[in-house]
């Protein structure tokens, strides 16, 4: 079973910036795609950012050019650079991993447990 642990949100003042980690950890043959969601409450989980095996990556327009999806395949971990940061920016940050478990080949798609990133003004 692939694990995601997400770590490096909290509190930041509008402006700032934070980047978000995103550890896989278990029998991993290979992440296909790392995502990026956000949620608020009362509100559906929505996608920030992606990122490919080959390092594509795809970002909702509301954080594109402040927002950069990385990844290390060595270290199975992506990471998540937010740049000028705004108060709506406020939300629980969850990560996403989709692939190949190692041995089995069975596809895999595991979440983070979320981490708190909360912008002041």
């Known amino acids: 079973q692939v694990q995601l642990v997400e770590s490096g949100g909290g509190l930041v003042q509008a402006g700032g910036s934070l980047r978000l980690s995103c550890a896989a950890s278990?029998?991993?043959?290979?992440?296909?795609?790392m995502g990026w969601y956000r949620q608020t409450p009362g509100k559906q989980r929505e996608l920030v950012a992606s990122i490919t095996s080959g390092g594509s990556t795809d970002y909702a327009d509301s954080v594109k050019g402040r927002f950069t999806a990385s990844r290390d395949n060595a270290k199975n971990t992506g990471y998540l650079q937010m740049n000028s940061l705004k108060p709506e920016d406020t939300a629980v940050y969850y990560c996403n991993a989709a692939g190949v478990e190692g041995g089995t080949f069975n596809q895999f798609d595991s979440w983070g447990q979320g981490t708190q990133v909360t912008v002041s003004s």
């Open positions: 278990g029998s991993i043959f290979r992440i296909n795609r």
